[in-house]
């Protein structure tokens, strides 16, 4: 049985005249491990698969297995607990808290976790650490430049070691030598065995990614190894 | 970190938001603290006075005329007519039920005399119950004897005698023996002698004028005393001083309960100031709830960070507003208080209530911003970065 397995997913916003559907029966499944990159053109119901991947946004239709667990017949908090426990979120827009430090963003995931400050700090530096930020533990968000923020971003989502990382553009705001930094970043991550699903529009992000799900309309067009050169023919 | 880090954090980081809370509490329990410790020392100011009062029961006799007045009761006819109390019935006053409250019993004989071609008061009393009765009272030396008298300070000035000096009353000489010190009341412009030297001289033996009974505790049954006074000298008119104090406590209440709804209303719009910032605030900061939740918050751990927010504003605001108003009751209580100054106490209830009273406001006008923070929906949330 796969890692994660998306079966049936459909999803609808809004009702009647205004309704507007964004996934139509999606299929899938991933392995442990496995690099994922999902491409597709604007309004393809990427952002809306990762939404549900990522447990925060109910299907209308169909179901989500992660490790045999299906995600949304489970209650709020719980679902809040298998993000904790499970996920590591990478936004496009860095989503660090800007009035804590790098170090203090990156503990986010532990605040409510009991253990003791010393863990806490030490897990953080860690994973800073992991991301070449050790020497700016204590910068604020707005004191370091956007390829630094979305590195401390990579850290906050791997401190907890969750075995899945869900990005989302990842690089859409970097310039192409911080892009292949950060890439280079979360390739290792999937290398180490964290399984990686990453939507992304840029075709040299999806050729660090081991499988490619290209959507459209809602839709799952195809699924397979990644070629980047078929990827740039797009 | 923890959830009050971040709490702590956000405070710091949003001042100004966290001021405007902060303020909108401080108001409102600094004027609700100002009123009650107002209250309460004015309060505790009469309570004092009627410990102090010395005579709070007055027995004078039943009249229709009124010549000469002493202390604001009427003393009518005590000097020229025939209703007086005898000195005999003072051992009545003894035999109520309530004697045991009966702190002092002081007759008192009254009348005019002449003195260097001008006339004055003269006041038997009998100095023993003086203590009690006038502890106010301040004079160099002890009691005068049976042909001494004390002057009061304005009686001494007018008469243009002081201690050592003799007077002559009815061809009987009496040694000054004391000037009082100014009370400022009616005693000032007195004669004061012993009981029986003031009778022999008025020629009132085995009568007295009034008498003042002192019952020294703030909680004892004076009407009770007064009725039971009363039953026993039938003749007599029984007043309680307490009343005037009692209308003063009246007008207090008045006050307290006047203050306790201004600061109600205080308090209602502190925490609308409250209820609106911290909307405000949950609304600014809909993408960082988004992230707290992404990253496996859950509701309660985001209701808990806006009240842990609240609640540490509020700590803040009920002790700086502790603080405020007890000072402003300081600067406020000479505009109140008959003495003019006096001290405002910090009363340990009303520390614990007014902070306990601004967490209570600052965390229920919070609830429902933390409620609507924690049921934000973590995707919405996140759509609006």
């Known amino acids: 049985m796969s890692f994660i397995i998306g079966q049936d997913l459909a999803k609808t916003y809004g009702a009647g005249e205004a309704a507007m559907t964004a996934l139509q029966g999606v299929d899938f499944s991933i392995d442990k491990g496995e690099f994922v990159a999902v491409m597709g053109p604007s309004g393809s119901g990427k952002s809306t698969l990762l939404s549900i991947l990522g447990a925060l946004n109910s299907p209308s239709r169909g179901a989500f297995l992660v490790d045999g667990i299906d995600i949304y017949q489970l209650t709020s908090d719980q679902r809040a607990d298998f993000r904790r426990e499970y996920l590591g979120f990478v936004f496009q827009s860095f989503n660090l808290v800007p009035y804590l430090s790098l170090q203090e963003n990156v503990m986010l995931p532990l605040a409510t976790q009991r253990l003791a400050a010393r863990a806490k700090r030490e897990m953080a530096a860690e994973a800073l650490s992991r991301v070449g930020l050790s020497d700016k533990l204590t910068r604020l968000p707005n004191q370091v430049s956007g390829g630094e923020q979305e590195r401390a971003a990579v850290a906050r989502a791997l401190v907890n070691r969750p075995p899945i990382l869900l990005a989302d553009e990842p690089t859409g705001n970097l310039d192409a030598a911080t892009s292949a930094e950060v890439m280079g970043l979360i390739a290792s991550l999937a290398r180490e065995g964290m399984t990686v699903i990453m939507v992304t529009h840029s075709p040299e992000c999806a050729g660090y990614a081991s499988r490619l799900l290209r959507m459209r309309d809602g839709r799952l067009e195809s699924d397979g190894r990644t070629d980047l050169a078929a990827v740039c023919a797009g | ?385």
């Open chain 2, 1 to 385: 970190m923890t959830l009050k880090d971040i709490a702590l954090l956000n405070l710091r980081r949003r001042k100004a938001k966290a001021g405007f809370v902060l303020a909108g509490l401080v108001i409102g329990v600094a004027t609700l603290v100002a009123m009650l410790a107002l209250t309460e020392a004015l309060t505790h100011e009469i309570n004092h006075k009627l410990e102090k009062y010395g005579a709070n029961i007055l027995v004078t006799p039943r009249t229709e005329s009124l010549s000469l007045s002493y202390e604001g009761l009427s003393l009518g006819g005590f000097s020229f007519q025939t209703n007086e109390i005898r000195q005999s019935e003072l051992a009545l006053i003894h035999q109520i039920k309530n004697a045991g409250n009966l702190a002092a019993v002081g007759p008192m004989v009254l009348g005019v005399i002449q003195v260097a071609g001008r006339e004055a008061l003269l006041a038997g009393v009998d100095f023993a119950a003086l203590p009690i009765l006038k502890p106010w009272w301040s004079y160099a030396g002890g009691e005068p004897g049976a042909d001494q008298v004390l002057l009061g300070s304005e009686a001494a000035r007018i008469l243009n005698l002081q201690a050592g000096d003799s007077l002559t009353v009815k061809d009987r000489r009496l040694e000054v023996r004391a000037v009082l010190e100014p009370t400022g009341s009616q005693d000032d412009g007195l004669v004061f002698s012993r009981l029986t030297t003031a009778q022999e001289l008025l020629g009132k033996v085995g009568l007295v004028s009034m008498i003042e009974v002192a019952a020294l505790c703030k909680d004892c049954p004076v009407d009770d005393m007064v009725n039971q006074i009363g039953e026993k000298l039938p003749e007599a008119k029984v007043v309680a001083i307490q009343s005037v104090v009692k209308g003063r406590m009246e007008a207090i209440g008045h006050f307290q309960r006047f203050g306790l709804g201004v600061s109600a209303l205080v308090a209602l719009v502190g925490s609308l100031v409250v209820l609106v910032t911290m909307m405000a605030s949950v609304k600014e900061r809909t993408a960082e709830i988004g992230i707290f939740r992404a990253i496996g918050f859950r509701r309660g751990h985001v209701m808990r960070v806006v009240l842990l927010e609240a609640g540490i504003v509020s700590l803040a605001a009920g002790v700086i507003g502790l603080g405020l108003g007890l000072a402003g009751a300081q600067v406020a209580l000479p505009l109140f208080s008959e003495s003019h100054g006096g001290a405002v106490a910090l009363n340990p209830w009303l520390a614990g209530g007014a902070i306990l009273l601004s967490l209570a406001v600052g965390l229920l006008a919070s609830l429902y911003p933390a409620l609507m923070a924690a049921r934000l929906d973590p995707h919405e949330a996140l759509r609006t970065l």
